[in-house]
């Protein structure tokens, strides 16, 4: 038998063969990130604090305004459910009306008559009372004009 022939070869890399392989610097460089100075950082500070402030504020008023839409929504809800009511209650009233009427029957001639001649007699009293009082201020004594 051939050992030769069934052996197969293997390549390992060593570390020696790895230090062989020098770095060239091409690759991007990478500078470590320095710590922020300490005017730099409450800067930063600062600058997240106004952004998470504003931010903050604007949630705030969002809510209020949303909760402002719904109070008015209620509210031209409980509106339009007043009208609604309101309007069955004229209508209920005005049927009331109607049925009461019917059921008196109209005026008789006789009613009908003494509500005219009341009529009248307010009316008469109205103009005497009109007339007297127009008499009354063109018999006023006019006033005299100094010379």
Not at 18 to 45: F, R, S
């Amino acid at each position: 038998m051939n050992l030769a022939s069934e052996t197969t070869t293997r390549t390992t890399s060593t570390p020696q063969q790895q230090l062989d392989h020098k770095d060239k610097g091409n690759g991007k460089m990478v500078e470590p990130e320095k710590p922020l100075k300490k005017k730099d950082q409450i800067t930063l500070d600062e600058e997240v604090a106004r952004r998470l402030e504003a931010q903050m504020q604007a949630e705030l008023e969002e809510e209020e305004r949303l909760a402002r839409q719904k109070e008015e929504e209620a509210n031209i809800a409980l509106i339009e459910s007043w009208d609604n009511t309101k309007a069955m209650m004229d209508a209920n009233y005005e049927l009331a009306t109607r049925l009461q009427e019917e059921e008196r029957g109209e005026l008789t001639i006789e009613e009908k008559s003494r509500l005219f001649v009341e009529l009248m007699d307010k009316r008469k009293k109205y103009l005497q009372d009109l007339e007297l009082k127009r008499s009354e201020v063109n018999h006023q004594p006019k006033p005299k004009r100094g010379i």
